[in-house]
């Protein structure tokens, strides 16, 4: 249903529903705050990684297999070498548990069939010296459900090779998204031992958003971090053809190696200590633990049948795991454990009881709230001019109706109003709320103070409105023709604060006497009535402050 006052919304030349700000165009990355412009950069390749051979190897038999055997136990050579005082034998030093790690990273075939999921192709790992490609279609038995399916030669030979791997707590397997990789690996291969245990896992998405910005992906992580492109044309073919193409063997490789290669780059950031980083962050260094689980009549009965600690139960591929993770290093979670048929059912009626009165505390909100709109303020209930008046928008309205008022109604009833929006609507009067955190030339918009004046910004899209915005903008004349305010019919409150962690700030009662429109954003003029009161107060002077300090590229935000 469209809102009131809709049919006098001007139609906006961008696209509806998107933000001035924030439309959907290529997002800018920014290397040293500079704008990065990805078509020129060259296209990541194996040899611009640092003392990483540009050979990659792949392995589809089990004489190939002896090839990772060696690089696996040199590689723990080399880490077990160092020392440690730590009591649960982890190596302080994460510059160089980046130096040692591991890429990791999976294909599969992709798939368009909501539900159909294929079993992983092929699994990559780069340690610091080569890459390796291996072939799981060919090295393991195909559709293969049961965990307890007898091994073959072969994939005995490469579960022993890579289970040292995975369970050393100082070597860091890391991947963007490992997760989902690590996943699908253990469904995909049920019975192959060396999938359901794994230490120390580092996703670097999670690595990434403690950095910096702009890393969203690992193409953009590659171009902000290493100044180059990574070419993603093979990720969507199809991997379950053999032979493999020499470009999906180059693309397949390059993608775990540059996860290792941007661990090291992403420690060296400024404002991050590459030698402490995953001891003050030790929730990104995860364990995990599959528990494969009986199969049961229906998907939800899983969940019921196990208690679960520090996991929850996944189904994929005809398989069911329990799934635990925690941080490496801490006590290991208990196993999963049967749940009686007792206890399953007192589980579920619990779950139901729960769910009932939850539904029951919905209605019973909804009976006992009044919309605030009913409601009207009295100006000689309005708290002093300048005063500080709470921390959320609920307390501003209370303040708006006054004392008397809320001590006549009942402890069991609300108001019922948008506690999103930056515009509330009462009876009598609109109740504007802002954050004055500074301002930039760049900016489209911004609510400002100036001297006795205040800059007021509302966004409109097709998509994108707070539900009293249009009838305020109505009310006050701003969706008429004329640029010039009639004031409105009910009058208007404001309540400032100078960042989203302050105390709003009673600035009193104010007019609208101009406005101006550009592509859905509306800029008003307000004049408030109480100034003279306003401007001795200390709390005015800090928001005063606070509001004409000039930024760069941060935004200012409508409460």
């Not at 290529?26 to 705050?33: C, E, G």
């Not at 780059?265 to 003050?280: I, N, T, V």
């Not at 708006?400 to 108001?415: A, T």
Request: glycine fraction near 6%; include cysteine; proline fraction near 5%.
């Amino acid at each position: 249903r469209k809102p009131k006052f809709w049919h006098l919304l001007e139609n906006q030349n961008e696209r509806p529903g998107v933000h001035p700000k924030t439309k959907k165009d290529k997002p800018t990355i920014l290397r040293d705050n500079t704008p990065i412009d990805t078509s020129n950069l060259p296209t990541l390749l194996l040899s611009d990684i640092p003392d990483h051979s540009s050979v990659v190897k792949l392995i589809s038999c089990e004489d190939d297999i002896h090839d990772l055997i060696q690089e696996i136990k040199l590689s723990i050579k080399r880490i077990d070498e160092i020392k440690t005082s730590n009591e649960n034998g982890l190596i302080d030093d994460d510059k160089v548990l980046s130096k040692h790690a591991w890429g990791l990273d999976s294909e599969w075939k992709p798939s368009s069939m909501c539900g159909h999921e294929s079993p992983v192709a092929t699994l990559q790992l780069s340690s610091p010296y080569k890459s390796f490609v291996l072939d799981m279609q060919v090295l393991c038995q195909p559709s293969t459900r049961n965990p307890d399916t007898e091994l073959t030669r072969t994939e005995k030979c490469l579960s022993l090779a890579l289970e040292p791997l995975f369970v050393h707590f100082n070597i860091l397997i890391i991947g963007y998204g490992i997760v989902q990789d690590i996943n699908k690996l253990a469904f995909s291969f049920p019975h192959l031992p060396c999938f359901r245990k794994i230490h120390s896992v580092v996703d670097f998405h999670a690595v990434a958003n403690h950095v910096g910005s702009n890393m969203t992906s690992l193409q953009k992580a590659v171009a902000k971090l290493m100044g180059r492109i990574l070419d993603k044309s093979e990720q969507c073919s199809d991997w379950s053809v053999r032979p493999l193409r020499h470009n999906q063997v180059q693309y397949a490789a390059l993608d775990a190696a540059a996860s290792r290669s941007l661990l090291s780059l992403a420690l060296d950031q400024p404002g991050e200590d590459p030698q402490s980083f995953f001891q003050k962050n030790s929730h990104l260094r995860q364990s995990h633990i599959m528990t494969f689980l009986e199969p049961t009549e229906g998907k939800n009965e899983m969940v019921n049948r196990y208690s679960i600690q520090a996991g929850n139960a996944k189904s994929l591929l005809g398989s069911s795991f329990a799934k635990q993770s925690w941080e490496t290093g801490k006590e290991v979670p208990p196993s999963p454990t049967i749940i009686s048929s007792e206890d399953v059912q007192k589980r579920k009626e619990k779950k139901e009881i729960t769910k009932a009165k939850r539904r029951e505390g919905k209605k019973e909100r909804r009976r006992k709230s009044v919309p605030l709109r009913e409601l009207n303020g009295r100006a000689e209930h309005f708290p002093p001019v300048g005063s500080l008046v709470g921390y959320t928008k609920d307390t501003c309205v209370q303040s708006v109706l006054g004392e008397r008022f809320m001590n006549s109604i009942s402890s069991d009833y609300g108001m019922r109003f948008n506690r999103r929006g930056g515009v509330v609507e009462m009876g009598n009067y609109w109740l504007l709320f802002i954050n004055c955190t500074g301002f930039s030339k760049d900016w489209k918009y911004t609510n400002r103070f100036k001297e006795n004046t205040v800059n007021f910004s509302i966004f409109v899209g097709k998509r994108r409105f707070s539900e009293s915005d249009l009838p305020f903008l109505y009310d006050i004349g701003c969706l008429d023709i004329a640029r010039t305010s009639t004031g409105g019919s009910k009058g208007i409150v404001l309540f400032a604060r100078p960042d989203g962690s302050s105390e709003f700030i009673f600035c009193g009662r104010c007019t609208c006497y101009q406005w101006s429109k550009e592509s859905g954003n509306y800029d008003l003029k307000l004049r408030l009535l109480q100034f003279a009161d306003l401007s001795t107060q200390p709390a005015f002077s800090v928001l005063l402050s606070a509001s004409s300090k000039e930024y760069g590229t941060t935004t200012t935000t409508t409460s």
